[in-house]
């Protein structure tokens, strides 16, 4: 089963605009990763929140967390072109394991 | 720094022929993954290397798949005998180990199979 389950499971936008993206997930977490996918590509890793977090900030992005309600946003802001890929929220539990949910589509449109 | 390195990135093979997948993680890393990523879906845990002993393959369908991690570096992956649905990416990814919590995974670029 996969934990973090994201939402919407697509996204289109036009460049400029903001992208946001939900994560929910079912059990208690040590954190919460952020990952990108380019087509054909292996993931990288973007942005980790701790479950102590509510909110964390990496250039463009935005990440939040409620824990009460055991869900996560990322915000991308003034999307790119170059933005244009697959994003999967993970789920952090302890004995460094890592639970990747199903992923949002983002197209940014030039 | 030099990256987690996988290969083949490709691979074309009939059902139930066999094929055998090599990942070298990032120098120093505890941890290594592999993921099974079927298209269109997110990557899914196979199996979980601490050094050179497994956390958990809970995922990974033993009767077909098989992992190895030698010295505590490099790892393969194997499959015998392929099935349709084992056609998808095969990743790879390392993290060092953070006082027993996940931190930041490296994925390599993956090891794309198809089964015909």
């Known amino acids: 089963s996969q934990q973090g389950e994201e939402d919407p499971q697509a996204l289109s936008i036009q460049e400029g605009e903001n992208a946001t993206m939900n994560c929910s997930y079912k059990t208690s977490i040590n954190n919460l990763q952020w990952y990108r996918q380019n087509s054909g590509r292996g993931l990288v890793h973007l942005i980790l929140?701790?479950?102590?977090?509510r909110e964390k900030h990496s250039g463009r992005l935005r990440v939040t967390l409620d824990t009460s309600k055991k869900s996560s946003s990322l915000l991308i802001t003034a999307s790119r072109a170059a933005d244009t890929a697959s994003y999967f929220c993970a789920k952090g539990t302890a004995g460094n394991k890592l639970t990747f949910g199903g992923g949002t589509r983002v197209l940014v449109k030039p | 720094e030099a990256g987690v390195a996988q290969s083949p990135r490709y691979k074309i093979i009939e059902k139930r022929q066999s094929v055998a997948f090599w990942c070298n993680p990032i120098?120093?890393?505890?941890?290594l993954y592999w993921y099974q990523q079927i298209l269109g879906q997110g990557p899914k845990l196979l199996i979980q290397?601490?050094?050179?002993?497994?956390?958990?393959d809970s995922q990974l369908p033993k009767d077909r798949f098989s992992a190895e991690r030698l010295k505590g570096v490099d790892s393969t992956l194997k499959i015998q005998p392929a099935k349709l649905e084992d056609s998808a990416v095969y990743l790879c990814?390392?993290?060092?180990?953070?006082?027993?919590?996940?931190?930041?995974?490296?994925f390599g670029e993956g090891s794309r199979l198809t089964v015909l």
């Open positions: 290397f601490q050094n050179n002993g497994v956390v958990d």
């Open positions: 120098s120093g890393h505890a941890t």
């Open positions: 929140i701790r479950s102590n977090e």
């Open positions: 990814a390392s993290s060092t180990l953070r006082r027993g919590f996940s931190g930041e995974l490296f």
